[in-house]
């Protein structure tokens, strides 16, 4: 099974810019689908963007422009590239990855977008 951790969190500006990075080990990286979700309190987690085995992506309709997916299976890691901060962009961000009756998710990072 495939183990995720996540980096690349912290503090930006509004309209600043941050990329995510998260590097799998333990299993076929290339096997699986990639996501990105995150979470506020109180609220549910919620999909930021995904990026299939072949590529193909799939957003959040409200970031689609903002932020941007892609993987480097010979790196095993997935990255999300966020411009265009808004301090409503603030929460923990969460790596996932699942293929058939597999699911996992990472310790999360925390994203924090203010001035």
């Known amino acids: 099974q495939v183990q995720l951790v996540e980096s690349g969190g912290g503090l930006v500006q509004p309209g600043g810019s941050l990329r995510l990075s998260c590097a799998a080990s333990?299993?076929?990286?290339?096997?699986?689908?990639m996501g990105w979700y995150r979470q506020t309190p109180g609220k549910q987690r919620e999909l930021v963007a995904a990026i299939t085995r072949s590529g193909g992506t799939n957003y959040a309709d409200s970031l689609k422009g903002r932020f941007t997916i892609s993987r480097d299976n010979a790196k095993n890691t997935v990255y999300l590239q966020m411009n265009s901060l808004k301090p409503e962009d603030t929460a923990v961000y969460y790596c996932?990855?699942?293929?058939?009756?597999?699911?996992?998710w990472g310790q999360g990072t925390l994203v924090t977008v203010s001035s």
């Open positions: 333990g299993s076929i990286f290339s096997s699986y689908t």
């Open positions: 996932n990855a699942r293929r058939t009756y597999v699911e996992v």
